[in-house]
């Protein structure tokens, strides 16, 4: 005789320790949706206390979670950024009262205080140090005393230290790592760095970190020789981010390429066909012509960004030929100088997955009818898929910002069935989609969704049954098809 039971029914700890092995709000929240009870138990306690992100001046707040390890045990990611503490949650979670002693300059006391609270932070796996102040001395060493190996480390901005001797020490203590990125463009007060750039090639002869899939280095200089043997021991990179194109071979398995130095074309073109995401600071005068020969490789590509530039009609008008799956597109367009609004619709016309486009700059000082509206208007005529466009304000100085919401609009039919720009409104929960700092993130996880879709699809089930394509295909549906056809095939 079987009996079934609620998981409700288990006792707390036996829960507690169910609901913590959960790492994702995402699956967190969706338990939590599913009924009251595990909402009441999830909502805040589990939610609000996955990641924890901490002032440099507010390091004190470490010492004060002390007695509460319950809440220390859930943690997963710990931040060291230039954004305040989230008091209110704190203060929601009854852990500690607002006092005027949080405030204090002991950043430099973080790796002792760490130390001390290492042992509760049972669930450790992601350390980011984000602020302009510099990286404390020994914090590293400290960290490596983790319950759990660390598999995320964010380290930018100034680094107070060697930084051959750091990514030596990083590749000793960490060796499950699965992202590591590596920033020092900017010093303390924000500015770039200049002057001597380190050499962290020996370093980087050595590293092997078998998990890893995603690796940035900004700010220092690797030989190509040791790059490439670098790549080579690590096949399963994602994302990858560096400070200027070098002449390797990169992973297969690469999506994400980030080149902060776009001068000139130093890469193998056959290592970069299965790109689904480029992300180029792009030199005024020099780097449209390496970035044209760039495109030409990368015919799976479905977002680009470029900066630094505007982008001539001799580069946009190859789009079409070479970016046919392109669905997203950052890269500031002013209407004059060679692109006209007719070419430009002629383009958009020619990307028929082209949702959101960032940045058009419209010319009202020698056609006082190219309005925002009148861009957004002919533009969504010609195109069947665009539904999102970023405009600057006509007639204005302004510095153009996609990355906000200023200057987004929807595109919609009035009641007289013409093409109108509706303002995005922060408060739409679909909003967030449209800003060009979460693109690569929602790229990148709706890739292993596909991956995981894919090896569903071709298992035999003869309960599953896959629908046949019709005409008319969702937005949704399309998408999908698309991605899939930019899958490499095997």
């Not at 914090?139 to 990514?167: F, R, V």
């Not at 020092?184 to 200049?194: I, L, M």
Request: aromatic residues 8%.
């Amino acid at each position: 005789m079987t009996t079934s039971g609620n998981i409700l029914d288990l006792p707390p700890e036996l829960l507690e320790d169910v609901l913590s092995q959960l790492d994702s709000t995402s699956d967190l929240l969706h338990l939590a949706l599913s009924c009251k009870a595990f909402s009441q138990l999830i909502i805040p306690h589990h939610i609000y206390t996955r990641s924890l992100d901490v002032h440099p001046r507010q390091v004190a707040i470490l010492s004060l979670l002390t007695n509460v390890p319950l809440y220390n045990s859930r943690i997963r990611t710990i931040r060291i950024t230039d954004s305040s503490i989230k008091y209110n949650v704190l203060k929601n979670l009854g852990i500690l009262k607002l006092t005027n002693q949080l405030e204090s300059n002991r950043a430099e006391e973080l790796p002792a205080i760490l130390a001390a609270m290492l042992p509760q932070f049972t669930h450790l796996t992601k350390f980011a140090w984000t602020a302009h102040i510099a990286l404390p001395a020994g914090l590293i060493y400290t960290l490596k005393d983790s319950p759990q190996p660390l598999t995320e480390l964010d380290i930018q901005y100034h680094l107070n230290t060697d930084h051959a001797e750091l990514l030596s020490h990083i590749a000793e203590y960490f060796p499950r790592l699965r992202s590591l990125t590596l920033n020092r463009r900017y010093d303390t007060s924000g500015t770039v760095v200049t002057g001597h750039i380190p050499d962290v090639s020996t370093p980087i002869r050595s590293a092997n970190w078998p998990d890893l899939t995603s690796f940035t280095l900004f700010g220092f200089f690797v030989v190509d020789a040791a790059l490439e043997g670098f790549l080579r021991r690590h096949p399963k990179i994602e994302r990858l981010g560096m400070d200027r194109v070098q002449n390797v071979a990169y992973p297969s398995a690469l999506l994400s390429l980030t080149i902060r130095d776009f001068v000139t074309l130093g890469i193998r073109p056959t290592s970069i066909q299965n790109l689904r995401y480029a992300n180029m600071s792009i030199d005024p005068w020099s780097g449209g012509v390496a970035l044209k020969k760039f495109i030409r490789q990368m015919r799976n590509l479905s977002v680009l960004e470029c900066h630094g530039a505007v982008i001539s009609w001799d580069l946009l008008k190859t789009f079409p030929a070479y970016l046919p799956l392109l669905t997203k597109l950052n890269f500031l367009v002013k209407i004059g100088a060679g692109i006209t609004v007719e070419r430009l619709c002629s383009t958009v016309n020619g990307l028929p997955n082209l949702t959101h486009f960032a940045s058009v700059v419209p010319n009202t000082e020698e056609r006082p009818q190219h309005t925002v509206a009148y861009v957004i208007n002919k533009l969504a005529q010609r195109s069947k898929s665009l539904k999102y466009i970023h405009v600057g304000p006509d007639g204005r100085d302004h510095r153009l910002k996609p990355h906000i919401y200023r200057d987004w609009y929807k595109i919609q039919r009035d009641t007289e069935g013409e093409f109108v720009g509706v303002p995005v409104d922060p408060a739409d929960p679909a909003a967030r989609g449209v800003l060009v700092s979460h693109w690569e993130e929602e790229l990148m996880a709706s890739g292993r969704a596909l991956e995981n879709e894919s090896l569903l699809a071709t298992a035999p089930s003869p309960s599953v049954r896959t629908p046949k394509n019709t005409s008319k295909t969702s937005n949704a549906h399309k998408t999908t098809d698309i991605a899939k056809a930019a899958k490499p095939s095997r």
